[in-house]
């Protein structure tokens, strides 16, 4: 058996915050980091910064929103963009290869911006369709590892307000409904899997003063498995020093180990 380490990081804007990110894959040696909202676009992507220290990279982005990537130890195959559905944005905002035999999908789903608008509408139909995708090109029975910014929390564990924060697109019924319905398909929380206890975030909000101090967090960002690969993880936990540096990105890495 071999130790298998996989992450998870929105960056909020991969340029700005590279120096962290090369940092963490310098401490932490990842096989893989599934990186979000990198905001930029492909010929200004930090490709030949990546590969200098080690890993292979591939990804999709667009100027200033969304923007997906996979950075890996080993040359990742079978890469593919979007839902295939033909919108533009769906292919910065997931992107899926095989890595080490293990298919990859990394999402950065829609935030929604409010529960009335269309664009909670919009983050409603986007997991219905990305069922619809793991229905199509993909099975429970067989390893599969879905990780990325989901802008979710789907337990009242996962924010430090639960009653007032009830009706937020993070924390909405319907959206939570939603992603319990992906996750009957025959995925596994894999960090709730070891870690069942609460106060756990992976964001905490720039625009509320001191949240991270306080612990005014939400945990949104995710890996989960199919129940043959999350029977193979030994560990799974939340690295808060990214956090904690310069000119941080508002989210730091959730990352977990399994033994293959």
């Not at 009653?163 to 993070?170: N, P």
Request: with cysteine; charged share 30%; glycine share 6%.
């Amino acid at each position: 058996m071999s130790s298998w380490k996989i992450a998870s990081f929105n960056v909020n804007s991969i340029r700005a915050r590279l120096p962290i990110v090369l940092d963490w894959l310098h401490k932490n040696q990842p096989d893989v980091l599934c990186v979000q909202e990198t905001k930029v676009q492909d010929l200004e992507f930090p490709e030949e910064e990546i590969r200098e220290a080690g890993y292979h990279v591939v990804f999709r982005g667009e100027k200033s929103y969304n923007g997906v990537a996979i950075i890996s130890q080993s040359l990742p195959r079978e890469v593919r963009f979007g839902l295939g559905s033909g919108r533009d944005d769906d292919e910065t905002r997931l992107i899926a290869a095989v890595i080490d035999n293990i298919p990859v999908v990394n999402t950065y789903v829609p935030q929604g911006r409010d529960s009335e608008s269309e664009h909670f509408q919009y983050k409603l139909q986007w997991f219905d369709r990305l069922l619809a995708f793991f229905e199509k090109n993909y099975t429970p029975e067989k390893p599969l590892l879905w990780a990325g910014d989901l802008n979710i929390a789907p337990l009242d564990i996962d924010v430090h307000d639960p009653q007032g924060l009830r009706g937020h697109v993070d924390f909405h019924p319907e959206v939570r409904n939603k992603l319990a319905k992906v996750m009957e398909w025959g995925l596994v929380d894999v960090f709730r899997q070891h870690r069942p206890e609460p106060r756990q975030y992976t964001f905490w909000d720039y625009r509320v003063r001191g949240a991270l101090e306080r612990d005014i967090g939400w945990r949104v960002d995710h890996i989960m498995a199919t129940r043959p690969l999350a029977g193979l993880s030994c560990r799974a936990w939340i690295d808060q020093e990214p956090r904690k540096a310069a000119k941080p990105s508002d989210h730091t890495p959730i990352a977990a180990e399994f033994e293959l």
